[in-house]
């Protein structure tokens, strides 16, 4: 079975910084493309970051550039986002998502999310 | 970048047709495939649709998607609403550096 597991979400004070991991199994983690996806409390989806299978091509959203970094260990198959310079509009639940189809582009699966709060 | 605009919500019966729509504000809707998710309340999003009109296995064949350039639009059509189906719906596309989701269409079956 295709499981993702995220970990490392928490209360964090505006400026502060916080790594989330994201386990995978059930899948050859290291041969897919692997995303961030968050959503605020009663908001929508919102697309956070991509990287590619062997980490060399990476993308960001314009609201986390620069401050946030993804990552990936494929021997430990695991995916991680670095967040620095926390804000209180990152608040959100956070999601890892197996980028999908011969062409990518879009996501699935997903995993259950971890949550993280910007909050002094 | 371009932008995916949906209703915020839409109402119908159980047995009904409902059709959510998913406007693409510049370029192409037909240049990047578009994918539809449906999300329940406290649960991950599950995808409904991808590639436009193509339904993973399990999900019923009352869920169907199309696109009409026309009007640079998606759409997503539930026949035989079920109570079951009242969750949001967010449709998504992509280009080459950048994943964009809808606002989301709350979906209520009454």
């Known amino acids: 079975e295709v499981q993702l597991v995220e970990s490392g979400g928490g209360l964090v004070q505006p400026g502060g910084s916080l790594r989330l991991s994201c386990a995978a199994s059930?899948?050859?983690?290291?041969?897919?493309?692997m995303n961030w996806v968050r959503q605020a409390p009663g908001k929508g989806l919102e697309w956070v970051s991509y990287?590619?299978?062997?980490?060399?091509?990476?993308y960001y959203a314009d609201s986390v550039k620069g401050r946030f970094t993804i990552s990936r260990d494929n021997a430990k198959n695991s995916l991680y986002l670095q967040m620095n310079s926390l804000r209180a509009e990152d608040t959100a639940v956070y999601y890892c998502?197996?980028?999908?189809?011969?062409?990518?582009?879009?996501?699935?699966?997903w995993g259950q999310g971890t949550l993280v709060t910007v909050s002094s | 970048n371009f932008m995916l605009t949906q209703p915020h919500s839409v109402s119908e019966s159980p047995g009904k047709t409902v059709t959510i729509s998913c406007t693409r504000s510049?370029?192409?809707?037909?240049?990047?495939?578009v994918q539809w998710y449906q999300q329940r309340p406290g649960s991950a999003p599950t995808t409904v649709i991808y590639?436009?009109?193509?339904?993973p296995s399990g999900v019923p064949d009352r869920f169907s998607g199309s696109i009409d350039s026309s009007s640079n639009s998606a759409s997503l059509t539930i026949s035989g609403l079920k109570t079951e189906d009242e969750a949001d719906y967010y449709c998504?596309?992509?280009?080459?550096?950048?994943?964009?989701f809808g606002g989301g269409t709350k979906l209520t079956v009454l």
């Open positions: 590639e436009d009109n193509q339904r």
């Open positions: 059930g899948f050859t983690f290291s041969s897919y493309e």
């Open positions: 998502a197996r980028e999908a189809g011969p062409l990518g582009g879009w996501f699935d699966p």
């Open positions: 998504q596309s992509y280009d080459s550096s950048k994943r964009v």
């Open positions: 990287i590619s299978s062997s980490g060399s091509t990476i």
């Open positions: 510049s370029g192409s809707i037909a240049s990047n495939y």
